[in-house]
Structures are given as structure tokens and as C-alpha cells.
């Protein structure tokens, strides 16, 4: 079994050579656009250019073995054709979800959407996924571990790449005094490829007056790296447009034929960069939108099939034995896939409750949500699931259980807001998959650049936006 080699050794480098690394980083950052919104500044989740720092980051790759690489790399494609298969199965998301739904309103609402579509008898001809999927290389197994499948608003292509080209740029000018090579960080075009990806759903939509609508959440301090995603869009065609939910029920409305208007223009290519969380829904408004927008006949990125497909419920039942047979055929696939699901339960597994309760840190307890900060670890695992017992079976559908995988730990360099950290870390790979078709024709399934987030090993969660972790990349060994 292939090891991860000890390379540069972080205990090595004094500070004045850190903190020239760290200059260069931060001017690399600043020079090309690898920048959030500084919270401490009003305007900059709305305006942009105003109150800028750099994005949270790794000062250098980290190592990741070749054959792990190549394995996530493989399977993406496969997953893709899974989510697509998987969304045409409308009683199988209704099933799966259905004890899901009594227990979470938010889930509830989605499934009405969908039920909707199903009464209407609506056909989504044209299909696009762009989808992340996350792993961690387990230590103990040295399995290379499937986290969850991200169907919706997967953040960061845009930084993904810039990351990936920080981190080769300091290599080629400081490489020899870090003993690495530039050559081992793999190329990154996930901005580009998903880009691709919209504007060949554009021209599938086929009317080159219809725009691109981008759905983004109204005070967003990630803003840039959708920037970066539309800057792209525009270098292939001019016509794009950024709404939040609540200005699409306003300013929107589908026409007798399904074509959405929206301030007074045609869409073809609905992309979501929010819609993922409760919080995207303050008030009916923005779930008129949604189903809005799911009425007509538009390209939805995703479509509400292709959302729940991504939930952790979905997920859990696609693990259970035979199930993955019903959406694939060829053996080999279902093989690659099965290889990477990490153990996953329903909480309606009696012999699995009394083991969580008894050894909690073996287990992530997960609500079906989307974004950082929601996950249940440690002793705060037999302590929901001792409450759950008491309040009866309904309220248990709201989670599924996950082994908890332990990655390898390693000493790394975090900048944040301008200052290093030597900390100990852990990092989880995200694996981009681009898909489009229309009806039978599959136009686009590939696996789409990468990104790699690296969270300080003592933080459970990893989400880069909401606070937990840093944008990285991976140096090949």
C-alpha cells in the first residue's frame, strides 16, 4: 500500500523565511483576485471592491498520494451518471425521503416542489450537474473515503483554480529552497470547465438572446469567486445576470410556453449559489421563486430532482447492499463507487444507536444541510441520540449516521487575514464533475478541476466560508 513520503518538513523553516513566503503569497492574492469580503466592513458582502482580504489558505500544497488522486479523478464521471440516474428516479426520492420529511420542514418543502413537478407531469429535458464530491483519505484503512456529494451552489471553482496557481507560483520561486516541485501540483480548470459547461447549456437551450441567471444569496462575501465563474461566462457570451431569490419572485414570471422571464429577459441557464440552506428562505417569497423557476424551461443547475439527490439521505440508502445495482449496470462502476462509501446508517438501526452511544467519537451524526457548522461530533453524538430515544421515532429521520474517518494529521501553515499559524491539520478532497445532456445524448460528463480544504485537526467542521478552514492544493507523491 502506497504511503504518503515525508517531504519538507515544516519544523525546518525558520520564521524569516516563512514571512517571506507568506509576502509573496499575499501580494500573489491580492494581484490576482484570491479575495473575500472583510466581515469588518458593512458594504463588503454587497459592493464589490469595497473592504477586500485575501482568501484563508495554505501557505504550501499539501502531500497527497498519486494513486488516491487518480482513484477520486476516475470515479467522478461515474457519480455524475449516478446523480443523473438517481433524479429520474422520482419514487425513489419520494420513498427515501419520505420519513425525512415528517422530521425536517426544510427537506419537506423541497419534496413538495418535486411532488409538484411530478402532478404537472414536468419533463427536464436538458439536465445539467455540476456537482463537488468530498473525501478524506482514511488513516487506519488507507481507503480513500467519500464525505458527501454536493449537487448544489458547490463553491469555490473559482479559487479552486487560483489556489492551485498561488501554490505553483511559489514553488517555481522558492522550489529549490523548499526541496519541491511545481510540476507535482496538478493543473486546476475548474473555473474554466464549469463555464464550459453553462455555455454549451446555453447553446443547447439555443436562443442567443437568453441569458445565464446567477441566483446568489443578497449580502455575500464570497462574492469573487462567482465573479471569477462569470467573468469566464462572459469572455464566451455577453449575457448574464445576478438575482437573488426574493428579485426572481419579484421581477419574474413563466410564460405559457415555460420560458422564465426575468426583468423583462429570457433565461436559459438558471446556476444556484444559493437556495442550499433554511436561511436562503426567509419568507414565502423566495420559495415562490424556487418553484418559479422549477415551472419552467429553463436549464436548472440543479433542478430540484438533482438537489435531493445530493442530500445525505439519498446518500445513505444509494450505500445500503443492492441499491447501487438499481440505478447502474455495469459492475465495474458500481465496484469503483462502493469502494469509496464510508459506513453510513439510517437512525432507525437499533444495533448501530447502542454502538454510537457507546463509542461516539467513531461516528458523525449530519442533518440533511448543505454548508458548514452542522454536523454533530463526540459526546454531543450520545447525547442527541439519548434525546432522540426519549422523543420518539419521528424525530431521528432528520440524521443519518457516518463513520467518522480519521485522516492523517500533518504540521502545516495557515494564513489568515495577513498572519501565519503553524498548526496541526487535516484536509478533505473535493473532486469537481461537470454533466449536461439532452435526453439520450450525454454532451459533457468529466471530472472538473479539484479543491482541497485544510482545516486545523482540532476543528470538526470544514467549511472554508462559514469559518472552519483554508483554500489549499495537493503536491502529488
Known amino acids: 500500500m502506497e504511503s504518503q513520503k515525508p517531504m519538507f518538513q515544516v519544523e525546518n523553516f525558520d520564521d524569516e523565511f516563512v514571512q517571506k513566503l507568506v509576502y509573496d503569497a499575499l501580494v500573489w492574492c491580492s494581484l490576482h483576485g484570491l479575495v473575500v469580503g472583510d466581515k469588518t466592513y458593512q458594504k463588503s458582502g454587497t459592493v464589490p471592491g469595497v473592504g477586500m482580504t485575501h482568501a484563508p489558505i495554505s501557505l504550501l500544497p499539501t502531500p497527497f498520494p498519486e494513486s488516491y488522486w487518480k482513484q477520486a479523478c476516475e470515479v467522478a464521471p461515474i457519480f455524475n451518471e449516478l446523480v443523473d440516474r438517481v433524479s429520474l428516479d422520482a419514487q425513489f426520492i419520494q420513498d427515501s425521503l419520505s420519513r425525512t420529511k415528517k422530521a425536517d420542514i426544510f427537506t419537506s418543502r423541497l419534496l413538495d416542489i418535486h411532488s409538484k413537478m411530478l402532478e404537472s407531469n414536468k419533463k427536464e429535458d436538458i439536465r445539467l450537474g455540476l456537482h463537488r464530491s468530498d473525501y478524506m483519505l482514511d488513516e487506519e484503512t488507507k481507503s480513500l473515503l467519500q464525505i458527501e456529494m454536493n449537487t448544489i451552489s458547490c463553491s469555490f471553482p473559482g479559487f479552486g483554480r487560483l489556489v492551485t496557481e ?225 422523543e420518539g421515532e419521528e424525530e431521528n429521520a432528520a440524521y443519518i449516521l457516518m463513520q467518522r474517518i480519521f485522516p492523517k494529521v500533518s504540521n502545516v501553515f495557515l494564513v489568515r487575514e495577513g498572519v501565519y499559524h503553524k498548526d496541526q491539520a487535516i484536509s478533505e478532497l473535493g473532486i469537481y464533475g461537470a454533466y449536461l445532456r439532452n435526453k439520450e445524448r450525454v454532451i459533457i460528463n468529466e471530472q472538473s478541476g479539484y479543491l482541497m480544504r485544510t482545516k486545523v485537526s482540532s476543528s470538526d467542521e470544514g467549511g472554508v466560508a462559514a469559518g472552519f478552514a483554508v483554500l489549499d492544493s495537493i503536491y502529488l507523491n
Open 166 to 390: 498561488l501554490h505553483q507560483s511559489l514553488l517555481r520561486s522558492h522550489g529549490d529552497h523548499l526541496g519541491l516541485d511545481s510540476e507535482r501540483v496538478p493543473k486546476n480548470t475548474s473555473n474554466s470547465q464549469f463555464a464550459d459547461a453553462m455555455a454549451k447549456a446555453w447553446l443547447e437551450y439555443n436562443n442567443p438572446r437568453a441569458v445565464v441567471m446567477i441566483v446568489v444569496q443578497p449580502d455575500e462575501r464570497n462574492m469573487y469567486d462567482q465573479h471569477w465563474l462569470s467573468s469566464v461566462l462572459r469572455e464566451k457570451y455577453p449575457l448574464y445576470a445576478l438575482k437573488s431569490l426574493a428579485e426572481v419572485e419579484t421581477e419574474g414570471s413563466v410564460q405559457d410556453d415555460g420560458t422564465l422571464i426575468v426583468d423583462g429577459q429570457e433565461v436559459s441557464v438558471v446556476y444556484y449559489r444559493s437556495g442550499y440552506t433554511p436561511r436562503d428562505y426567509p419568507s414565502e417569497s423566495e420559495w415562490n421563486a424556487r418553484l418559479l423557476i422549477e415551472q419552467s424551461s429553463a436549464v436548472k443547475c440543479p433542478s430540484i430532482a438533482y438537489h435531493l439527490a445530493g442530500t445525505k439521505k439519498i446518500q445513505q440508502e444509494l450505500a445500503k447492499p443492492g441499491v447501487l445495482e438499481r440505478f447502474m449496470d455495469n459492475k465495474d462502476d458500481v465496484a469503483k463507487l462502493r469502494k469509496c462509501f464510508a459506513g453510513l446508517w439510517s437512525l432507525d438501526d437499533p444495533e448501530i444507536i447502542k454502538k454510537a452511544i457507546e463509542k461516539p467519537e467513531l461516528f458523525v451524526m449530519k442533518p440533511q444541510r448543505e454548508g458548514g457548522g452542522n454536523n454533530i461530533y463526540g459526546d454531543d453524538v450520545r447525547e442527541n441520540l439519548l434525546r432522540l430515544q426519549k
